[in-house]
């Protein structure tokens, strides 16, 4: 739902703010997703990882260039201000996809190794749920959790409007990374989104 989420804010996006023709993302994703999704069910775990992040490369790859298309689109002032306004803020909703789909992607091996060791105690983000005792676990209910994508959505929202991680300390490097990249695009998108806004106002 996620990726499909992004292809329509994509296409939503002006022609001139995509890389080629805005009709070409959607038949690629469609081809990257059937594989991704027909090896998650036959239990072919390796080739779903690899088609995922093949799909998210192609996302984030169209993501960055339509930023970098809107950056260059200001000074010339190619688009009128209400479609450089709904175009950024696409984008930054884009931004959260993605990264969410990213860190759901990578942490502690992806979603199926987290399935097979059932209980999540070990990866990139501290979860709140991560640092209860057993028995606090146990009268919660929450003995056997582990963080699914609304956990990494929630965890890519708080990294897009705080520019950090509110309640999920990050431990790994990588991630750190990753959530550098996410917080710059996201304050480049705002920046933006203020600045247009100053303009038309």
């Known amino acids: 739902m996620a990726m499909f989420a992004v292809v329509g804010l994509y296409l939503a996006l002006p022609e001139s703010l995509t890389v080629g023709p805005s009709w070409l993302l959607p038949p690629l994703v469609i081809v990257l997703l059937t594989p991704t999704v027909v090896a998650n069910r036959r239990g072919y775990a390796r080739l779903n990882q690899i088609c995922g992040y093949l799909l998210l490369t192609v996302l984030t790859t169209a993501m960055i260039a339509s930023l970098v298309l809107l950056i260059s689109a200001l000074p010339d002032h190619k688009e009128a201000p209400k479609a450089l306004l709904k175009s950024a803020g696409a984008l930054w909703v884009t931004n959260i996809l993605v990264f969410a789909s990213w860190y759901w992607r990578l942490d502690a091996g992806g979603p199926n190794q987290r399935d097979l060791r059932g209980v999540h105690t070990d990866g990139a983000f501290l979860f709140p749920q991560m640092t209860m005792d057993t028995q606090a676990k146990v009268a919660a209910g929450e003995q056997c959790w582990r963080p699914g994508f609304v956990d ?50």
């Open 152 to 201: 990494y959505l929630f965890l890519a929202y708080n990294t897009s409007t705080a520019f950090s991680p509110t309640d999920c300390p990050v431990l790994s490097r990588w991630a750190k990374l990753m959530m550098m990249t996410q917080s710059t695009i996201s304050l480049t998108t705002i920046s933006l989104l203020a600045a247009r806004a100053v303009n038309i106002l």
